[in-house]
């Protein structure tokens, strides 16, 4: 009976476990890119794409187009997705998209890529505000597995 409470609370708990490890989070406070790779209909990996990233409660989030591929791919159900973080062959975990509208977290991340990437963000700025408003921009969750 105790090792059946016990694999069970093991059970409950194992969700609770998955995330960003310390390592990883200290990683990407590193970071200046991740590179995503999305799940194609064969199953095998899309090619990295680099782009930038903000962090919040243990997500990663990126602002991209709606007619991308990695958009296109969890609009479709393929989910799944490869971080590799700083490199494209650096530390990687894999993670679950999904496509959020939440005006708390878009505000957060241009806040965020405003510090991390001022000079870009000067060139890119009013396309990411004008972008969230007019839906030409959305905001994809990635949620580590």
Known sequence: MRALALATALLTAAPALAGLTPEQQKQLDDATYVY????????????????????????LYVGTRPGSWR???????????????????????????????????ET???????KKYPDGWKKHEQSFRDGFKTGERVL??????
């Open 71 to 105: 958009v296109k791919r969890i609009t479709a159900g393929r989910t799944k997705a490869r971080i590799a973080i700083g490199k494209v062959d650096g530390p990687a975990f894999e993670a679950t998209g999904a496509v959020v509208k939440d005006a708390a977290i």
């Open 108 to 114: 957060k991340l241009m806040a965020a890529y405003a």
């Open 36 to 59: 995503v790779q999305s799940e194609r209909k064969s199953g095998e990996w899309s090619t990295p794409a680099e782009i930038w990233f903000f962090v919040d409660g243990g997500t």
């Open 140 to 145: 994809v969750a990635y949620t580590p597995r």
